[in-house]
């Protein structure tokens, strides 16, 4: 052999060698960023205590209005945007400050979120001011306001027409949104407990707005509610309810249901009957109402099948007595949903650590998966911690069928396993190496 030509064979060798040290370091250095892991579900290490609504935290505000005499103002109008309203901030929240000059409420906020933008109208003058949310608190003060006494106020309620919502309604002044006046939340469930499913969480994926319409002292006195039925992928016929923290006697009626007859048993109101609280069953099986595309067992959750659009329902709830808002007891979410599993009402499946409803069959709590202890108010989660239902603020692209959450969203096992204080925004981002865009359910 040639001298030469043994020359470039040993610099190739060596070559192959240096590449293959090379990926093996950078193999390991992958291996090593943190968050980054290949633990299938049932390996992840999860705290007992771990509260999976960590994705949201309910944020006081506190608002004050003062005159340029320094005298609180009433009755003037407080917006509340996710940013400017100038670069396109949408509308969540809104109320009129009360004799104090105050306006306060508490609102369910995305724990990422990092400021607000609050806008109020007074005297034909617009000021902005885009405020931080620390401590779970957003605190404002507008002072130097001209009181402006000439306004027009058609229905009486003290609240001028042009910061009226519903100036001809004495009842209705403003509009307030769950999560703002454009987008939607999203509820995401397995239907297999007691046993644990696949966890790709898309065997019932519901979007939801909830309008929560007050009066001039900033009491709920109607909702509105926007259920989209997104994806069912399950075979099995399932429904859907929610149960608000309010006896049915502070409550007027509910409309837009869709209940198949003899099945659902309600009031002359509307509501489940054989409960403390109130409970709406918004449909009763999604299986008839949100078929599957021609030759399909499941819908919106296998990519290249037939897309079929989202099924939309519209509910709105009377109240007969105004509550100020927020409810005591009402978490993240304020209210309490729940899938029942193909037919059998008494299978409930909520969010982890929301109680059942009366209708549930509480025998199933400790069996086979399920970890559920009552009495010490635990519910909906497995022997290791893992849950059956969780909620995501804002938009949210679900798994494909059949495959785990962690293994769409590659952040996910980090952020549980560090009980929610680390990658915060695990089902939001779009950099590299936080999601499997592959995984990921498109149409």
Request: aromatic share 12%.
């Amino acid at each position: 052999m040639k001298p030469g030509l043994k020359l470039n064979i040993f610099r190739i060798l060596i070559l192959v060698f240096l590449l293959g040290t090379w990926n093996s370091c950078k193999k390991d250095e992958d291996e090593n960023i943190p968050g980054v892991s290949d633990k299938t579900m049932d390996q992840l290490l999860i705290d007992r205590l771990f509260n999976w609504s960590m994705v949201t935290q309910n944020v006081g505000i506190s608002i004050k209005a003062l005159s340029t005499a320094g005298n609180p103002l009433r009755f003037v109008r407080f917006n509340v945007y996710t940013s400017s309203p100038l670069s396109g901030g949408i509308l969540m929240f809104c109320g009129c400050t009360d004799n104090d000059g105050l306006y306060e409420t508490t609102i369910p906020l995305p724990v990422t979120t990092e400021n607000v933008t609050i806008v109020t109208t007074y005297n034909n003058e617009s000021i902005e001011k885009n405020v931080p949310v620390l401590n779970m608190k957003i605190s404002a003060l507008f002072d130097g306001l001209i009181p402006d006494t000439t306004r027009n106020d058609a229905d009486w309620d003290g609240v001028p027409d042009i910061f009226d919502d519903y100036p001809a309604d004495t009842i209705k002044a403003f509009n307030s949104y769950i999560p703002n006046a454009a987008g939607f939340n999203h509820l995401i469930f397995e239907d297999d407990w007691p046993n644990s499913g696949d966890y790709d969480f898309n065997d019932m994926v519901i979007s939801y707005r909830f309008n929560l319409i007050t009066n001039f002292q900033n009491q709920v006195v109607q909702v509105k509610v926007i259920l989209i039925t997104e994806a069912t992928g399950t075979l099995q016929h399932d429904g859907f309810g929610f149960q608000l923290l309010l006896d049915t006697v502070l409550l007027k009626r509910v409309y837009g249901s869709r209940l198949k007859p003899g099945f659902i048993h309600v009031d002359d109101k509307g509501f489940e009957t054989g409960q403390r609280k109130a409970v709406v069953i918004a449909f009763d099986d999604a299986g008839d109402m949100f078929l599957p595309p021609s030759g399909g067992k499941v819908t919106n959750t296998v990519s290249g099948s037939p897309y079929v659009t989202p099924d939309t329902l519209f509910l709105t709830i009377d109240l007969k007595d105004h509550i100020s808002f927020p409810v005591s007891g009402l978490g993240t979410p304020f209210f309490n949903p729940f899938i029942f599993v193909n037919g059998d009402r008494t299978r409930e499946i909520h969010l982890p650590d929301y109680p059942p409803t009366d209708k549930a069959d509480s025998t199933l709590f400790g069996t086979f998966s399920d970890n559920s202890n009552p009495i010490i108010y635990r519910y909906y989660k497995s022997r290791n911690n893992l849950p059956w239902a969780l909620h995501i603020p804002g938009n949210f692209r679900y798994p494909k069928e059949g495959v785990a959450i962690n293994q769409a969203y590659l952040m996910f096992n980090a952020w549980a396993e560090m009980s929610g204080w680390g990658f915060k925004d695990w089902y939001q981002n779009t950099s590299a190496g936080f999601r499997n865009n592959s995984m990921i359910y498109s149409h």
